[in-house]
């Protein structure tokens, strides 16, 4: 059974702040890992992507990689309170008969005071 | 702009009767998923499908069916619906390799 573990939170920083958000996954089979942001009630909406290990930035998030230690992060920076949200850690399957399937994490809840 | 719909977006219902939730998606996309979810909770993958006429169930146990005549659709039935089955269902389909592009859920109340 494949696992992703996330810090279901609530993770609190004011206005301003970096936010960081954790996640460790078990299958080392996996290349692709994605950071999805989910506001109460909504759907879940794809913020970041990575594939390969360091860091890739976009706007004021940052996703970093590292497969040897099967850790993935998402760094918000000037975290505003419209990111308040429950953020969700994602990676595919990596082989066999359900190649491309997301196994999602938990979840870890964000909330950016004012 | 949404390329995967899923209708009604609110549905209340009486216990026994049978539904089904609609999920159309217009990117072409082989692989398709039906998540459920409780408000504040995790997504369970309910079922899901590798292509047309392919249909498999998901980790978590679900009273409901599926099916997959076209690429573009894939709606899930409930025969007899029970106030357990009240929650959030959220359809999703991939390109492999890109994640998931999820619809905008049905909130399904069973009285």
């Known amino acids: ?114 | 702009e949404a390329d995967i719909y899923q209708t009604p977006r609110y549905l209340v219902i009486g216990t026994g009767k049978k539904i089904t939730l609609e999920c159309s998606q217009t990117m072409g996309h082989d692989k398709m998923y039906w998540y459920q979810q409780d408000p504040g909770m995790e997504l369970h993958l309910i079922h899901y499908s590798y292509g047309v006429n392919s249909t498999e169930k998901g980790d978590l146990s679900s009273e409901s069916t599926v099916s997959r005549i076209r690429t573009e659709h894939f709606p899930l039935t409930l025969e007899s619906a029970r106030p357990s089955h009240t929650s959030q269902y959220l359809c999703a389909s991939s390109d492999t390799g890109l994640g998931y592009t999820f619809g905008s859920g049905t909130r399904l109340t069973v009285v």
């Open chain 1, 1 to 114: 059974q494949k696992e992703v573990e996330q810090n279901s939170g609530p993770l609190s920083v004011p206005e301003g702040a970096i936010a960081s958000l954790n996640c460790t996954y078990s299958d080392r089979g996996s290349q692709s890992f994605f950071w999805y942001r989910q506001y109460s009630g909504k759907s879940p909406e794809l913020i970041m992507f990575i594939y390969s290990n360091g860091d890739k930035e976009d706007g004021r998030f940052t996703a970093q990689l590292n497969k040897a230690s099967q850790y993935v992060s998402l760094l918000i920076r000037d975290s505003q309170p419209s990111d308040s949200a429950t953020y969700l850690c994602a990676c595919v399957e990596g082989r066999g008969s359900t190649l491309g399937r997301l196994y999602f994490g938990r979840g870890t809840q964000l909330t950016v005071w004012p």
